[in-house]
């Protein structure tokens, strides 16, 4: 989505032990919400076969759950993953083009044709007045990437406020912070991880829960449905994680 953003796989950063016991928090942290904003914002993007594919593969499930470890708190995250995993299993037993024509008619009802099931998922819809794409909502999304020398790929022709364009962000800031914690630099890990929480905060904590359940009920596949009920989750986490910063740290932007 950023010209900037590395490219993504499922689970692609290996979790270091021999990290520091206090970091060990932090690293996790960032390593989940780099693994599932990330494939959240692919998952809720236009269906492909490529990612259904990957999606499909036990191997990244068994990484998160390394990831996870015995945090009960977490579980949830997994057993949506899992549930997923299972759901484009299922797809591609039917074939890959009869799962990507389900995925596409889903989604096209969902997110394209003009409906009563239509959802529009763009911040402006939900903290602006709900009539209009671009508000300053908008124009402050994309100051924020700006401000990371980051720049949308015209390629994707989404707005900066859009659901998966949000996400990609939050996934971006996590890869970014667990490379400077790998290397050490914890001040500036902690700089990266107070962006992300401001970000949730202010942005897509405050309407992205209320789309994910949009999304489970309207939806009409398997996938769909656990892709929102994911998304809902990883929120929710992620707003309890913001708590947790801000009792490490005063929260705001640097």
């Keep these: 989505i950023f010209r900037a953003k590395s490219k993504n796989s499922l689970c692609g950063v290996v979790w270091s032990r021999r990290m520091e016991d206090e970091h060990m928090h932090d690293f996790r942290s960032a390593q989940i919400r780099s693994n599932t904003y990330g494939l959240v914002s692919l998952g809720l993007s236009f269906p492909n076969e490529s990612f259904l594919r990957?999606?499909?593969?036990?191997?990244w499930l068994v990484k998160l759950g390394d990831t996870l470890g015995d945090n009960e708190s977490l579980r949830v995250i997994h057993d949506?993953?899992?549930?997923?995993?299972g759901a484009a299993e299922l797809l591609l037993r039917k074939g890959a083009i009869s799962a990507l024509e389900e995925l596409n008619g889903d989604y096209t009802k969902l997110f394209l044709v003009p409906g009563p099931a239509?959802?529009?998922?763009?911040?402006a819809m939900y903290q602006g007045n709900g009539s209009a794409l671009m508000s300053q909502l908008t124009v402050e999304v994309l100051k924020t990437y700006r401000d990371d020398d980051l720049t949308l790929n015209e390629k994707e022709k989404e707005f900066p406020d859009h659901y998966t364009?949000?996400?990609?962000?939050?996934?971006?800031?996590?890869?970014?912070e667990l490379r400077v914690l790998a290397n050490g630099r914890s001040d500036t890990a902690t700089s990266l991880r107070k962006r992300a929480a401001v970000f949730v905060c202010e942005h897509l904590g405050?309407?992205?829960?209320?789309?994910s359940r949009q999304v489970i009920v309207q939806a009409m596949t398997t996938f769909y449905k656990e892709m929102g009920r994911l998304a809902e989750r990883l929120i929710s986490w992620?707003?309890?994680?913001?708590t947790y910063i801000k009792k490490q740290t005063s929260l705001g932007r640097n």
């Design 54 to 59: 990957a999606l499909s593969s036990k191997g």
């Design 80 to 85: 949506s993953c899992a549930e997923l995993q």
């Design 118 to 123: 239509q959802l529009h998922p763009y911040e």
């Design 165 to 176: 364009v949000e996400c990609e962000y939050l996934a971006h800031l996590a890869r970014r």
């Design 206 to 211: 405050r309407w992205g829960l209320l789309f």
């Design 238 to 242: 992620d707003l309890s994680e913001c």
